[in-house]
């Protein structure tokens, strides 16, 4: 036991829907560099079914952790950077559910696949588990086809790598623009009610509240980088 701040007690749903987290670990590769990284795979749903968000790395955890009982119905891509989907085809191929993700990523899916992506994720899309409706809200800016999923019923938002606990995602690298996340952030995610959770692709979750405030400090730090 440990009282860290990290610990979170995860959202139940009236009808059941739940949350889980799986942490898997492989290397994220872009522009010809290659870095360590350690990934958060969300698995939402019920006893009977669910859906995957992030097919990071392990495929065999991602299904260890859904399990033989429960249908998976999509396999949403919060982006294509390839450790957020380097495990999806063979989670899809394992369970025969969509691999589904914005077209804007389609040049960083094509990077790591051959085959299209199953599915499209548009804005206003929503997808429904249980008793829980997730809303796609694309947030361009880490990658111009970057989505986040809102779910009104638990108060979360899974927000891949536009925002994290301290601050926007990287926009240091290719397909990345810095004013495009802060203006997704601003206006996409900070108008989300105060209390949401966010439930971010690698690391700590934060909350809505605990972000917003620092808004004019991502920019100052962003100006004096010069990058
Ligand atoms: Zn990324
Ligand atoms: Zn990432």
Redesign the pocket.
């Known amino acids: 036991m440990s009282d860290t701040s990290s610990e979170l007690s995860l959202p139940v749903s009236d009808g059941g829907v739940r949350i889980e987290r799986v942490v898997t670990s492989g290397t994220?590769e872009l522009d010809g560099g290659s870095w360590e990284?350690d990934?958060n795979v969300w698995v939402v749903g019920t006893d009977d079914e669910v859906v995957v968000i992030d097919c990071?790395h392990d495929a065999r955890a991602i299904l260890r952790a859904v399990g033989h009982q429960r249908k998976v119905t999509h396999l949403l891509c919060t982006?294509g950077?390839n450790?957020?989907i380097n495990a999806v085809a063979q989670v899809a191929a394992a369970v025969r559910a969509p691999a589904c993700i914005h077209d804007g990523d389609r040049m960083l899916w094509d990077a790591v696949y051959e085959v299209a992506p199953d599915q499209t994720l548009e804005d206003g899309q929503v997808i429904q588990i249980g008793d829980v409706e997730l809303h796609v809200i694309h947030t361009p800016g880490?990658s111009p086809g970057a989505c986040c999923f809102y779910a009104p019923a638990l108060g979360v938002v899974f927000s891949?790598?536009t925002l994290f606990n301290g601050g926007p995602?990287a926009t240091g690298r290719s397909f990345s623009d810095f004013d495009t996340i802060v203006e997704s952030i601003t206006d996409r995610l900070l108008s989300l009610p105060d209390d949401t959770v966010v439930l971010t692709?690698?690391g700590d979750h934060t909350v809505i509240a605990d972000e917003a405030p620092h808004r004019q400090e991502w920019l100052d730090a962003h100006a004096a980088s010069d990058d």
């Open positions: 994220f990284a990934n990071a982006h950077h450790d957020h880490h891949g790598d995602g692709g690698h």
